[in-house]
């Protein structure tokens, strides 16, 4: 267990090579995470490492520091990294870049949404770091486009939202590709038993790194829970809006509702964009930058983006509906208090989601705050009203011909033009 005392509060005596401390002073990343402060002595030494640690504690660098510097060491040598997402993937790159670009870095992503012609003149400039997704890795390893037989460092990354979306059985294949004698790394928010055996058959005596139990989230984000029918969630959400000015992240369970939502807000002129499985790789990463910019103040989407997106200043976080994992949860209100900002996040339930959120609470050992709903205007009046009774009277075009009623009421009418016998035709 590595103590935490005045020398390794900052990257110094950590085993990082001189040039990467002098890069890394550049950024101005003066003091390391716990999760980078314990992983990365370790990882510099070539050992096995399971890490363990909340969403938005800076695991991208403390695995990204040890492979690019043990890949400057061993030339020929590459790195693998393997993640569940387009966006995670993406973000990624950014960061091994922004810390090894200067020394010449090269890295190719292959992801889902992007031409393979342009993912096939990145694997031809030979690069140093393989970027991917489980799903088209394996359709280029099919298609005997890339050989995996130089990765000698491994990387599995969000590795219990894979076992969530079903990546197993591909991450074998891979796996299968790629030398035995290698380092691997495996990083997740939570470790389940299905994960731990997956890493116990991967792994060689590795290092178990937990910087905070599962269910763990950050002691600057504020919760707040709301129980309301569905059709108020729209209503509220307004309401909410209303009455705060920074960046707002929302979530949905579904993508149809993602870009139902998205569109409500946009018609009563909020800066609203959306980001689900729909979309196209071009149109994903044109909201994110948008969403980052500041071009959109709100951004809806599906848990497909819970862990994908690493943006600093988003100040709120609402639920629009409950995931359907609790551990999704820790993930999405993850996505505010980052770098030490503050944040909230508010989660909307229905009346008979009471299990669900009992179910939260005892994942994250905390009692969420239950406010009473606001008073919502007279035209978003609550699902469960009444609405007054009000007669049907049908229009003239509703009503039966005249020449049919024969003196008798509209339904008599009716009722004779239906019994009358059919005509007969003569054959021609």
Known sequence: MTLL????????????????????????????????????????????????AQTGTGKTLAFGIPMIQRLAQMKGSKGLVILPTREL???????????????????????GGESPNRQ???????????I????????HLEQKNIKLDQVKILVLDEADRM???????????????????RQTMLFSATMPKEIISLATSYMKLPIRVEVAPSGTISQKVTQELFFVGNSSKLPLLEKVLSEYRGSVLIFSRTKFS???????????????TEIHSNRSLNQRIEAMSGFKLGKYRIMVATDIASRGIDVAGIELVINYDLPKNPEDYVHRIGRTARAGHQGHAISFATPDQSKDVRNIEKLIKTQLLVSPLPKLAAKQAAPNQERPFREFQPSAKHRPSR???????????????????????KRF
């Open 120 to 130: 096939l003149q990145a694997l031809r400039k030979n690069p140093h770091v393989i």
């Open 258 to 272: 993602a870009k139902k939502i998205a569109r409500s807000l946009r018609n009563v002129g909020h800066s609203a």
């Open 163 to 181: 076992l969530d979306m079903g990546f197993v059985p591909q991450i074998n294949r891979i796996v299968q590709h790629v030398p035995r004698n």
């Open 132 to 139: 991917a997704t489980p799903g088209r890795l394996n359709d």
């Open 5 to 52: 005392t005045n020398e390794n509060q900052s990257f110094d005596g950590l085993g990082i090579a001189p040039k990467i401390l002098e890069i890394l002073d550049n950024l101005k990343f003066i003091t390391p995470t716990p999760i980078q402060r314990q992983s990365i002595p370790a990882a510099c030494e070539g050992k096995d490492i399971m890490g363990v």
């Open 89 to 111: 993937a993406i973000q990624v790159n950014e960061s091994l870049l922004q810390i090894g670009k200067s020394i010449g870095l090269k890295t190719a992503i292959l992801i």
């Open 403 to 425: 020449r049919f009623n024969d003196g008798y009421s509209s339904r008599e009418g009716s009722k004779k033009f239906f019994q009358r016998k059919p005509r007969k035709y």
